[in-house]
């Protein structure tokens, strides 16, 4: 079992940066892959980066490559989303998700936190 928080959402202009935190308790995050979602209003949540137990892997929604960067450090039980050069359409709730599969690319992730409200003004 583990307990997941997000923070670092807000509001933030076209072309700005936003640093998204998810911090995990219970047990270690190291034991889970994890990766952040995001829903915006009337859409579905939809996958927009993942990364492996170790880290060593990451995987990234077309839209999002090169703007933004998934880490982990699992010291601290943590794991970041880097945003940069935020576009309107990235305004969503944004969750970090956890899970003891395998697979990082899917959307049966085990844990969710609560979400953090990412809005981007043009």
């Known amino acids: 079992q583990v307990q997941l928080v997000e923070s670092g959402g807000g509001l933030v202009q076209a072309g700005g940066s936003l640093r998204l935190s998810c911090v995990a308790s219970?047990?270690?995050?190291?034991?889970?892959?994890m990766a952040w979602f995001r829903q915006a209003p009337g859409k579905e949540r939809e996958f927009v980066a993942g990364?492996?137990?170790?880290?060593?892997?990451?995987y990234y929604r077309d839209s999002v490559k090169v703007r933004f960067t998934i880490s982990r450090d699992n010291a601290k039980n943590t794991m970041y989303l880097q945003m940069n050069s935020l576009k309107p359409e990235g305004t969503a709730v944004y969750y970090c998700?956890?899970?003891?599969?395998?697979?990082?690319?899917?959307?049966?992730?085990?844990?969710w936190g609560q979400g953090t409200q990412v809005t981007v003004s043009s």
């Open positions: 998700a956890a899970r003891a599969g395998v697979t990082v690319i899917t959307t049966s992730y085990d844990y």
């Open positions: 990364i492996s137990r170790s880290g060593g892997s990451t």
């Open positions: 219970g047990r270690t995050s190291s034991t889970y892959n």
